[in-house]
């Protein structure tokens, strides 16, 4: 749909805007999926989401089911944890449209860090997301049957796949040959992560954890690029990966973009301040996860087979070792992957961005092959300042 589809399409369908409205309409995506433009008129602005049945940048076919799992999502998302995501005002499913509020005064998370900005209730934030979304949607808590029939409407399989290449295949095997190397970095990458088959192995089981462990409602694709800040408030946005899946998966994937924002400070100004904020944060994420959840599940839980303090324990406990392995392979795909990060890509010292590279891919093979044994967030910060001592 072009531009001029999409404003006939609003005047026609919806009653967003009045007929006499003057609307400007940009197209303003930065991504290789989905078309997504703001309309705006004096008054009021929203934001048009259409999915295309063709990636963009290839042409080859996609299915837009991913429309209406991303819708779901944000509307099962704002029940578990309201005010979380972005109001959402009309869904086509027909048409895979979905128009939805626009976050115009809201930065996008990734270029804030990048720019060393500090938001004093993001861990509170991302904590009360994660834990609601991930146990108020799963066994512990929710009804059955009910649960079954969730995860049957979930079936992502087209993104599953994606991801199951791009984070869990591609990054270990060198004769895919779709990975994008540093070439300064070359003979580490190739040392540490192809030839590496303890690390091989402990990826195969997270990879088959991802694949059958329908646990809980996932965003799928939690990055700091899917984050939008202002002071006080924090909205997630872009759940078209959303399934069932391990509940670690959500809180690895963000863990390890702080820790993209932590690095690319590291190697360039070092600022303390904003280097402690990231590790306060993370630590609000890990432990105020363990804390909350524990908190919520003896609340809401209801089997009486549950309500033992031992086993929700245990529970908390599995997820946050999950959570690190799948912090891991976040930090290492997004280094030699084809989907890299700016916090890492735009550092301009050649010497620094290696070490920047070499310090996430080293983080992320302890998180992998240690992660039994990691479940608080000093865990992490012991595994990043001892690899970082030894760069």
Same mark, same amino acid.
């Given at each position: 749909m072009t531009e001029k589809d999409i404003l006939n399409y609003l005047m026609h369908h919806t009653a967003i805007f009045n007929s006499n409205e003057k609307l400007s309409i940009k197209e303003i995506s930065d991504g290789n999926i989905n078309y997504v433009f703001r309309i705006k008129s004096q008054n009021k602005s929203v934001i048009v989401k259409y999915a295309s049945d063709k990636i963009r940048t290839s042409g080859n076919p996609l299915s837009t089911e991913r429309n209406r799992i991303e819708t779901n999502a944000l509307i099962d998302e704002n029940n578990y944890a309201k005010g979380s995501v972005p109001m959402i005002y009309h869904h086509d499913e027909n048409r895979s449209i979905l128009i939805m509020e626009d976050l115009y005064d809201y930065d996008n998370l990734r270029y804030a860090l990048m720019n060393q900005r500090q938001f004093s209730t993001l861990g509170k934030d991302m904590t009360s997301f994660l834990t609601k979304t991930l146990l108020l949607s799963s066994d512990f808590i929710m009804d059955p049957k009910e649960k079954k029939q969730k995860v049957k409407n979930y079936i992502n399989p087209m993104l599953c796949a994606i991801t199951e290449r791009l984070v869990f295949t591609e990054p270990y095997d060198k004769e895919i040959n779709t990975n994008i190397l540093t070439k300064e970095n070359e003979e580490f990458l190739i040392h540490e992560l192809y030839e590496d088959e303890h690390l091989k192995l402990e990826v195969a089981k997270l990879k088959y954890n991802?694949?059958?462990?329908?646990? =809980? $409602?996932l965003h799928g694709d939690l990055h700091t690029g =899917? @984050?939008?800040?202002?002071?006080? =408030?924090?909205? @997630? $946005?872009d759940p078209e990966f959303a399934f069932y899946g391990p509940a670690g998966y959500d809180i690895g994937n963000i863990v390890a973009n702080l820790i993209f924002a932590w690095t690319?400070?590291?190697v360039g100004t070092g600022n303390k301040d904003f280097m402690n904020y990231i590790k306060d944060t993370i630590t609000q994420i @890990?432990?105020?996860?363990?804390?909350?959840?524990?908190t919520l599940l003896k609340e809401k839980v209801t089997d009486r087979?549950? $309500?033992n303090d031992e086993f929700l324990n245990n529970a908390i406990q599995d997820i946050l070792c999950d959570s690190a392995g799948m912090c891991g392979t976040e930090l290492i795909r997004r280094i030699i992957g084809d989907a890299k990060v700016k916090d890492i890509t735009t550092i301009d010292d050649i010497k620094q961005k290696c070490k920047a590279e070499c310090f996430c891919v080293l983080v992320g093979k302890s998180l992998i092959k240690q992660r039994k044994y990691i479940w608080n967030a000093n865990n992490y910060f012991e595994i990043m300042d001892d690899i970082w001592e030894k760069l």
């Open positions: 991802f694949e059958t462990k329908a646990q =809980s $409602l =899917s @984050i939008f800040v202002k002071e006080g =408030s924090t909205k @997630i $946005l690319r400070c590291a @890990i432990d105020g996860f363990k804390n909350d959840g524990m087979m549950y $309500l």
